[in-house]
């Protein structure tokens, strides 16, 4: 052996294109037949012999059989690799007698040609019913279905000629003894250059001893052992008599207590199979067995088929339970993967089959079967079957009943649509029951029963509801939408109603507002509600058209007599359109079709009668198109086929109201871009009826003839501002466009241009906003903003709606909110701010803050978290703003605080973010409110909703600044105090917890009220007693003085024009003891104390206090006024002595009235003045500076200043 590299001297390998060359010298053994081969064309690889002197002569071929006995040289010529290009077969056989074989081993010849795969086969040959033992020598044999890792591959087939009883073994195993009848051939294949041993089995022969078994069949139960009759032979015999009963192929097995089978092949489960035939018999109520019973298998490594025959009575239903997992249905074609297979066929009464196939592992756990059934189960070899693979149940089979009452002028036809199961509808009772199989007629208005044979008959039949309406000149009698629609409601149904009028005139459908839609006339309708319309012409009936709800299609004029069909499926609700029936008038149209064509952008396509197929012969029908105004129209056909003339032409005509009739062709331009309404009229000619005829289908597509407002948007003029517009009105018709591209809604980005385009968009329908991000990246460098809206470019149509600021601010920052003009105020339901600006404050989320407005109490809003503020305005031109100064603080612990200042005038209220919502949980919201001096705070919680905590607890926290004292702080779960009188600045917190159910919510009222001290009320209440009883005392003093002077002192009297009298005279006839004159009634103090008014420092002390008039004060005698004597008037009645009665009215005194609000420190009741000196009066003594003595220290309470640590 030798590697070969040149092959100059070998003319016919030079048309090889060499890689790869082996030449050796083999000699096949004595009895064996060796066959060298390649796949490969000769042209690639071939294996060559080469003779003749010096070696000159070569024949290659791709396959070569060597002959016993003799040298030969081989050259292995291939352009791929040698080791994979050729195969090595070494074929023997071993010939036996009944009781010994020749030769008596197995050899292999180890050494020839090791470099390719070589396959050792053996042949055996012996004669009937003897038998081939191998005894395999060193490693014993494991049987396998996989190739062996090591290369020795073992293979056994018990017929050379049939590959089925085919087995491969594997080295190291168990096997090492095999068994194996006539022709069968064992083979050996090993890689390249695998050591092979030179002899592998020891050949013996002996007679054959089949398998031998003993089975016992019942009554009802037929067994069949059957193999295919071009396998391996083998009989099976029945040895019961004295002489066995063999058959070569089939072997029946009827009822017999034992049978004792011998088998002529060693094994019989691999060539034959067993049939199991048993018989099932049932009555409408059981069946007997009551299952289908698998016997224990002693032909368990037999494949085995086995059958159940079950037999019921008329109506009755097999209902088939399976266990365990079910099964599952497949195709005839179908197999299972794992061997068992079942099918169950079921003969029906016309003598049609059924068959179903199902595997193992379904949903399918039980069958209801009418009729004559066959189950059969198909199981594999050495397969496991329970012993009842299923249980069967017989009962009566249902039936269903119904009572029909049609109206007058009413037929209903129920007709079959499947064949099977096998059902009857049938009208009437026993005895008089009347049943068709496949259509019943009912006519007639009285009460029907009818029965159906079977549980649901709405999946065999269909029912038609039919109405005719006959029509005089003018009216068509009867109402359209009938009272059959509640009749057979879950089975597919037809309703048809048959108008007929006069031959000269047309019945005319007039559908409601929604009107039609054409569809082909295979489709259905996606309701499910399908409409057809057909007329009967002398040629045959003719569809005018398939229709479904909601189209263009309002009224469909036909000639004479023809049919509308409304077709709806089972179980579907019965919705029809309420179309009216009328007379029409005359036509020689085939129909009129009246189509009204939308507003706006639209394509309605439209088909001729019958299409696809023929256009009635020698026939014209119109459509009547309505165009909205300021649309233009064009007509497009989109498909269509001309028929062979027999007489006259097909044409279409165009007409319009006050214009000539316009004639086309099909192939000529169709009408574009035109206005106003038109018919179109399709005129057919007489028609070559064996070729195909007209049928056209088009499209009308409707446009918009107006003109778009159009507008530049310039952006980049506002920093970081964007537009929105998008539709808010119900006109479908209206058209945005941005940058020539038509949008439902319009964002223009903040910096760019656009080109806008609004095509019929009234301004109420169209909805304009815009937005503005303000960010803050560190609040230390960010200053104080002003949210004001810019001006917009003027070409937008549309006023802008509102305005939104997006406030961005640093993760440790705060957002401060406050009006550039005043305070303001909160909307709450009830008590919404109705100015023309209100301001709507979210968080980033879309939580809601809160609605403001001007002219409230809050002077700031401090959040932490992004905002966005959207201010809406009546109008912006007018109102530009600032609407809020926004700045940006350090970080704050609430979400949300808000500082108040209430007014005295009327009460603050204060609700939580979000209300009348709840605030987001773990939140926490705080108000600061300042309460001026001299007043105190009520506050009232007047709406309080409390949440079922899942997490944490509300809390409701009231505390005054500067103090550490809570005055109140509440839980969800504690009663909150309605009313809480806070004296001072205070601070409210509300608190949410993580709610389980409801929300945490508050809406609080702060009035403001005047404080009242106690104790300067006490001290002035006994000051001015005091003061009243000194002043008594001074008056009884004084006048005692005057009483003693009068007795030593005469005064001068001086009377004007009169008489006058001496003070000596004694005019008085009592003396002044005797006539009570020095009693008074009472004293004025003005009296008393008048010498006191003329001291200047006094008067001007009571800075104009006293402005009204001086009372009873005495003036010094300065001479008559008037000539005349004064005239003396009697005294007043003196007043009840019972009844008391001041001096004076206080308010004609010269004391000041207490003022409301505010008084001077001085004027307080609390104060005295420390330069009153003790004298009758308790005047002061000096003009001086004031210098106060504090008569009760509560008025002087210091009111803590609120500053940023007290909050």
Known sequence: MRLCETFTLLGLLTILESSECLQTVVRADKGSVVTVSTELPVDQCAVCTVTGVNDTQTSCHSSITLIPEEDVKLLFNCSQPIEQS????????????????????????????????????????????????????????????????????????????????????????????????????VSLQVKPKAQVESVLFQASAGPLKGRAMVITVDSDTTVVFSRDPEGPECEVCTTDGSTPNCSPTEKILNNAEKHS??????????????????????????????????????????????TWDISVPERTVLTLEFPGDGLKEISGTENCKDGYQYSVSTTKSNGNIKTNSYCKGGTVSHLDLLGMTTVTVEVPQEGELDQTPFSVKATPRGSRMMSVTPDPNTIIFISRESEEPDCSVCVNKAPKQICEPKRLKITGPGNTSVEFTCPRPQDIFRVEINREFDCTEISCSGDIVQAESSLFPDFNRTYTWDPKVTSRQAFQLDFPEMGMRQIPNEETCPDEHTYTVVIYLRTGPATIGTFCKGGTVTTILARYRGRVSLQVPGDAKFNPVAFKLNVGPETSMVAIVKVNLPRGASDTDIITPNYPRDFPDDQKMQWNFTVPGMHNYTMHFRGHTAPECLSSEVEVEYQKEGKKVTKLTLTDPQPEH??????????????????????????????????????????????????????????????????????????????????????????????????????????????????????????????????????????????????????????????????????????????????????????????????????TAHNFTKTRGPFLNVSFSQEIPETIIYRVSPGSLSPTLLATPNWPQGMKPFSTVSWIVTVPSQYQAHVQFANISQPKCLERHTAITVKMLGYEEELMSRREDEQA????????????????????????????????????????????????????????????????KKKKESTSHESSIYIGKGSFFRPGDRHFTKSRPDNNSHVYASIDETMVYGHLLDDSSYADSMQDHFTGLQVDSYKTFTGPTDGQLPVIKEPDPEPEMDQYKTFLDPSETFLPSRPRTPIDRQDSLGFQDRRMVDNELYTFKSTGDINTIRLSGADMEPQPPITEDSL
Not at 132 to 152: A, D, H, R
Not at 1001 to 1009: D, E, P, S
């Open 261 to 306: 089978l011998e088998f002529s092949c060693l094994k019989p489960q691999e060539m034959y199979s067993v049939k199991v035939k048993k018989k099932i018999e049932c009555t409408k109520s059981s069946c007997t067995p009551a299952a289908g019973e698998a016997d224990p298998n002693p032909l368990k490594d037999f494949k085995r088929s086995l």
């Open 977 to 1040: 105090e309605d009313k809480l009188v806070v004296p001072h600045s205070f601070y409210l917190n509300m608190s949410n917890c993580i709610p389980e159910e409801g929300h945490f919510g508050a809406v609080t009222k702060i009035i403001l009220q005047k404080r009242t001290n106690l104790l300067a009320i006490i001290l002035g209440i006994a000051g001015a007693l005091l003061l009243m009883l000194i002043v008594l005392a001074v008056v009884c003093i004084i006048t005692k």
């Open 674 to 871: 035109q206005q106003g309404n038109f018919n179109m009229v399709l005129k057919n000619c007489k028609t070559n009826r064996t070729l195909q005829g007209l049928t056209l289908n088009y499209t009308v597509s409707v446009m918009r003839s107006g003109h778009p407002v159009l507008c530049t948007v310039d952006l980049s003029k506002h920093r970081g501002v964007s537009l929105q517009i998008e539709k808010v009105g119900s006109d479908p018709y209206c058209e945005m466009s941005i940058n020539s591209k038509v949008e439902q809604k319009i964002n223009v980005a903040a910096g760019t241009k656009a080109s806008l385009s609004f095509l019929d968009c009234p301004n109420e329908d169209v909805r304009l906003t815009a937005s503005k991000v303000v960010g803050c990246q560190n609040v230390a460098s960010c200053s104080a903003t002003p949210l004001t809206v810019p001006k917009l470019d003027s070409c937008l149509p549309m006023p802008l709606h509102s305005f939104t600021w997006h406030l961005k601010i640093p993760q440790d920052g705060t957002v401060d909110l406050a009006s550039p003009s005043g305070r303001l105020r909160q909307s709450i339901p009830g008590h919404e701010c109705n100015q023309s600006v209100s301001l709507r404050v979210t968080e980033e989320d879309g939580f809601s803050v809160g609605d403001f407005c001007t002219k409230g109490t809050i002077q700031k809003v401090q959040v932490h978290a992004n905002v966005s503020i959207t201010a």
């Open 86 to 185: 050729y195969a090595v077969t070494i074929d023997r056989t071993i010939e036996c007698t009944k009781d010994a074989c020749s030769p008596t081993t197995a050899e292999t010849q180890p050494s020839l040609l090791t470099e390719f795969t070589r396959t050792f086969t053996w042949e055996l040959k012996a004669p009937e019913k003897t038998v081939v033992s191998l005894n395999i020598l060193g490693q014993g044999l494991m049987e396998t279905s996989q190739p062996c890792p090591n290369g020795y591959q073992y293979s056994v087939v018990t017929s050379k000629t049939s590959s089925k009883g085919r087995t491969q073994y594997c080295r190291d195993g168990s096997v090492t003894h095999l068994d194996l009848p006539n022709d069968a051939v």
